[in-house]
């Protein structure tokens, strides 16, 4: 069984082909179909009011994550944008500036936060929690290629333009596919338009869960799986983090992320 990193050498893994990446265009049915699921979506676990703090994906900013913290806002939390402005990757000084707002965050409220990222935000999600195990309860990232192939997407030409970085560099890559040391949440689609699905694998431990969903990349954060999803890994004690349940009618609607690929 080869890792996902070893798919793309393989020629097993390339990134999402033109069908995939044109059903993207379905992004905006996903937020309706959000709206018209809300008496359903109020009925997901309320939390306990610890902060939040989410980081848009590339060349987007707090505006894509807007209805995605409204909801979570709807269900007790405390939520927070980055507040950085567009997101074009990780220049000089946006790691520094992304630690302080955690640290401030976390003194404001006395308690640890959990960390959600939309595409490269969950990079920037992974690797603080990395950094600052001590004021990050959880990580649950959205469609983030933190393993793979860097090139197994479709957007690595626009991040190289963003950032002025190559894609590529093993001493960059490598260390992104350790996961933190809390627990961390992988959600991901099959049928993700962007990203390579396999590159948003988490690899199996005790604190590890990876979570499909049916939805695009660009919608992946509007989608009414997702949005429950969240509330139901947020809604979790401090402390007794489970994996996600898949039982009884939530095998319908979340299949089974262990089943066989199809490449």
């Known amino acids: 069984m080869y890792e996902p990193h070893q798919w793309y050498e393989l020629g097993l893994l390339r990134s999402p082909g033109w069908v995939r990446l044109a059903l993207e265009m379905r992004a905006g049915w996903e937020y309706g179909?959000?709206?018209?699921?809300?008496?359903?979506?109020?009925?997901?676990?309320?939390?306990?009011?610890?902060?939040?703090?989410?980081?848009?994906?590339?060349?987007?900013?707090?505006?894509?994550?807007?209805?995605?913290?409204?909801?979570?806002?709807?269900?007790?939390?405390?939520?927070?944008?980055?507040?950085?402005?567009?997101?074009?990757?990780?220049?000089?000084?946006?790691?520094?500036?992304?630690?302080?707002?955690?640290?401030?965050?976390?003194?404001?409220?006395g308690r640890s936060l959990s960390l959600i990222g939309w595409s490269l935000g969950g990079l920037y999600a992974r690797e603080l929690a990395k950094a600052r195990p001590d004021v990050v309860r959880?990580?649950?990232?959205?469609?983030?290629?933190?393993?793979?192939?860097?090139?197994?997407?479709?957007?690595w030409r626009i991040y190289e333009w963003a950032t002025g970085h190559k894609?590529?560099?093993?001493?960059i890559h490598?260390?992104?596919?350790?996961?933190?040391?809390?627990?961390?949440?992988?959600i991901f689609s099959r049928s993700d338009?962007?990203?390579a699905w396999q590159c948003s694998l988490e690899r199996e431990s005790p604190h590890t869960d990876n979570i499909e969903v049916q939805a695009s990349h660009l919608g992946m954060g509007l989608n009414p799986l997702t949005l429950y999803a969240l509330a139901d890994r947020l809604a979790q004690a401090e402390g007794d983090w489970r994996p996600f349940d898949r039982s009884g009618l939530?095998?319908?609607?979340?299949?089974d992320p262990r089943r066989p690929a199809s490449y």
């Not at 894609?167 to 001493?171: E, K, L």
């Not at 939530?250 to 299949?255: C, D, E, I």
Request: glycine share 10%.
């Open 250 to 255: 939530r095998s319908y609607l979340y299949p």
């Open 33 to 109: 179909a959000s709206l018209a699921a809300t008496p359903l979506l109020s009925l997901a676990p309320r939390g306990d009011g610890h902060p939040v703090l989410v980081f848009p994906g590339l060349i987007t900013g707090d505006l894509s994550t807007l209805p995605l913290r409204n909801y979570l806002s709807s269900r007790g939390y405390a939520t927070y944008p980055w507040g950085l402005g567009i997101n074009r990757g990780p220049r000089a000084g946006v790691i520094d500036a992304c630690l302080e707002r955690l640290d401030k965050l976390s003194q404001e409220h």
């Open 174 to 186: 490598e260390p992104l596919r350790s996961p933190p040391p809390v627990p961390t949440t992988s």
């Open 138 to 155: 959880q990580v649950i990232t959205m469609g983030t290629p933190f393993t793979g192939h860097p090139k197994a997407t479709n957007a």
């Open 167 to 171: 894609i590529g560099a093993p001493d």
């Open 193 to 195: 338009g962007v990203v």
